[in-house]
């Protein structure tokens, strides 16, 4: 069984930074891709970032331009770096493995408020 694990949320006022990381029990390389998803109080879970095992990313156009997906392949470990933060990124941040079998975290809440 494949473990992500998340960790990095918290509280941080409007404006502000945070970065999350994805720690995976089994070499990220083998799966096509590896996402970065949240959901907030009441609403669906959204896709926010992909990055492929190929070096392509994609970012759902909320946080283009704000927010940075990138992979560390030889630590198995994926990061999503959160800038200029607003309130309407309050949610749990969940990472995802893409593969044959899909593979999820646990989640880890952000919160931005003043």
């Known amino acids: 069984q494949v473990q992500l694990v998340e960790s990095g949320g918290g509280w941080v006022q409007p404006g502000g930074s945070l970065r999350l990381s994805c720690v995976v029990s089994?070499?990220?390389?083998?799966?096509?891709?590896m996402a970065w998803h949240r959901q907030a109080p009441g609403k669906q879970r959204e896709l926010v970032a992909t990055?492929?095992?190929?070096?392509?990313?994609h970012y759902a156009d909320s946080v283009k331009g704000r927010f940075t997906i990138s992979r560390d392949d030889a630590k198995n470990t994926v990061y999503l770096q959160m800038n200029r933060l607003k309130p309407e990124d309050t949610a749990v941040y969940y990472c995802?493995?893409?593969?044959?079998?899909?593979?999820w975290g646990r989640g880890t809440q952000v919160t931005v408020s003043s």
């Open positions: 990055a492929t095992s190929g070096g392509s990313t």
């Open positions: 995802n493995a893409w593969g044959q079998t899909d593979y």
């Open positions: 089994r070499n990220i390389f083998s799966f096509h891709a």
